[in-house]
Nanobody, 121 residues
């Protein structure tokens, strides 16, 4: 199992910045992909940014150029630096991790509890 604990988030005015962090614990050696999703009121959860172990980041079109994801495998932490925030970025942001057991080929997705980001105009 993998446990994910998020920190950061909060309220900011449009154009401001916030930084989210997520610390993983448990069977972290099985983690392949880590990243962030978000869900705003009345909408489905959507991918924001993902990064595989040793790979290049992938960003949603809506955040590319404004958000930066980084990963420290030694500390099992993934961060999301969010700049030039817009009101439409308002959502609950969830940390995610995907594990793959190379012995059983089982793949599992793990989620943090979510942290609110509110951007006012």
């Amino acid at each position: 199992q993998v446990q994910l604990v998020e920190s950061g988030g909060g309220s900011v005015q449009a154009g401001g910045s916030l930084r989210l962090s997520c610390a993983a614990s448990g069977s972290t050696f099985l983690i392949n992909t880590m990243g962030w999703y978000r869900q705003s009121a009345g909408n489905q959860r959507e991918k924001v940014a993902l990064v595989t172990r040793g790979g290049s980041p992938i960003y949603a079109d809506s955040v590319r150029g404004r958000f930066t994801i980084s990963r420290d495998d030694a500390k099992n932490i993934v961060t999301l630096q969010m700049n030039s925030l817009k009101p439409e970025d308002t959502a609950v942001y969830y940390c995610s991790a995907n594990t793959i057991n190379t012995m059983t080929f089982r793949s599992d997705d793990w989620w943090g509890q979510g942290t609110q980001v509110t951007v006012s105009s």
